[in-house]
């Protein structure tokens, strides 16, 4: 897995050029605090665009997986995600084997 870099903090000068740069954006202009107290939420202040831009997974035609917590002990998974992605169904295989619904 890539590191993130370290953070670099900007030297006065260039934090002064990113003021200068923000400060003579008409487009983009700073936000006051005045600004900031008038935000609400995207949901709230335009539900409609909001419902017209999210995604959501359809009802399943034939639920066949039930959703449950349970606790196992950590080196149980592990050994599981080490084999990569799709182990949730690999543990579910071999629980339907351990309790004999498969072969």
Do not use: C, H
């Not at 993130?4 to 006065?12: N, Q």
């Not at 084999?83 to 498969?102: F, I, S, Y």
Request: proline fraction near 10%; glycine fraction near 4%; charge should be positive.
């Amino acid at each position: 897995m890539l590191r993130k870099p370290d953070f670099i903090m900007p030297t006065d000068e260039e934090d002064a050029s990113i003021t200068r740069g923000i400060s003579n954006d008409p487009d983009n202009p700073e936000l006051s605090d005045a600004d900031f107290a008038r935000m609400q939420p995207a949901t709230r202040a335009n539900p409609a665009l909001v419902d017209s831009y999210r995604r959501m997974r359809g009802p399943q035609k034939a639920p066949t997986k039930l959703p449950v917590s349970i606790r196992f002990d950590r080196d149980v998974i592990d050994r599981l995600k080490a084999d990569g992605p799709g182990w949730q169904a690999r543990a579910n295989a071999l629980l339907r084997k351990a309790v004999g619904l498969t072969q």
